[in-house]
């Protein structure tokens, strides 16, 4: 059975980092894209970043660039987002999806952040 599950969001003030884990199981690891997104309060959901271990290939939205790094850990199937100069607008849960096609996408449970003073 495929599985993500997310770690490491909590609460941090403006201008603070965090780094969220994504610890994966149950399919092959280099075979997937990698991704991130999240969803805050009443609004949708929203592409954060991906990443392709295969070809070391990233991709981050405009508004995450030069703030969050996507990576990987291979030898633990773990996906890593770290994110620095946080915002009130980056507060959202945050979701780690794998997909090897159109039909086999998966994706975890979330993990919450909240910057605020």
């Known amino acids: 059975e495929v599985q993500l599950v997310e770690s490491g969001g909590g609460l941090v003030q403006p201008g603070g980092s965090l780094r969220l884990s994504c610890a994966t199981s149950g399919f092959k690891f280099d075979d997937y894209g990698l991704s991130w997104v999240r969803q805050a309060p009443g609004k949708g959901l929203e592409w954060v970043s991906s990443?392709?271990?295969?070809?070391?290939?990233?991709y981050y939205a405009d508004s995450m660039k030069g703030r969050f790094t996507i990576s990987t850990e291979d030898a633990k199937n773990t996906l890593y987002l770290q994110m620095n100069e946080l915002t009130a607008e980056d507060s959202a849960v945050y979701y780690c999806?794998?997909?090897?096609?159109?039909?086999?996408?998966?994706w975890g449970q979330g993990t919450e952040v909240i910057v605020s003073s």
């Open positions: 990443i392709y271990p295969y070809s070391t290939s990233t």
């Open positions: 999806g794998a997909k090897g096609g159109e039909l086999d996408q998966h």
